[in-house]
């Protein structure tokens, strides 16, 4: 068995800066990607950003110099670090890996999301 958890959301105004956690644990022998996706009301999931485990990180062009993805393969965590928030960011975050377990397989995991809320 296989656990994201996410942490850190809540409600700021525009301009602040929050910081999210997402730590795995379970039956994990590695894990390669790791990533954020957002959701907002009415509208589909889209990656915000992603790293891998060598530390290359890719990012949505929205969220580009605003926010930094980073991750400590030691605690089995990724952090997304998000500055100059705007309303637009508002959206319930999703921690995703791809884990391979000590059985042998690779599966695409999902935390179970953590709401962001930015007031103008």
């Known amino acids: 068995q296989v656990q994201l958890v996410e942490s850190g959301g809540g409600l700021v105004q525009a301009g602040g800066s929050l910081r999210l956690s997402c730590a795995a644990s379970?039956?994990?022998?590695?894990?390669?990607?790791m990533g954020w996706y957002r959701q907002a009301p009415g509208k589909q999931r889209e990656l915000v950003a992603t790293?891998?485990?060598?530390?290359?990180?890719n990012y949505a062009d929205s969220v580009k110099g605003r926010f930094t993805i980073s991750r400590d393969n030691a605690k089995n965590t990724v952090y997304l670090q998000m500055y100059s928030l705007k309303p637009e960011d508002t959206a319930v975050y999703y921690c995703?890996?791809?884990?391979?377990?000590?059985?042998?397989?690779?599966?695409?995991?999902w935390g179970q999301g953590t709401q962001v809320t930015v007031s103008s």
């Open positions: 995703n890996a791809e884990i391979q377990t000590f059985g042998g397989f690779t599966y695409n995991y």
């Open positions: 379970g039956s994990i022998f590695s894990i390669n990607a």
């Open positions: 790293i891998t485990s060598g530390g290359s990180t």
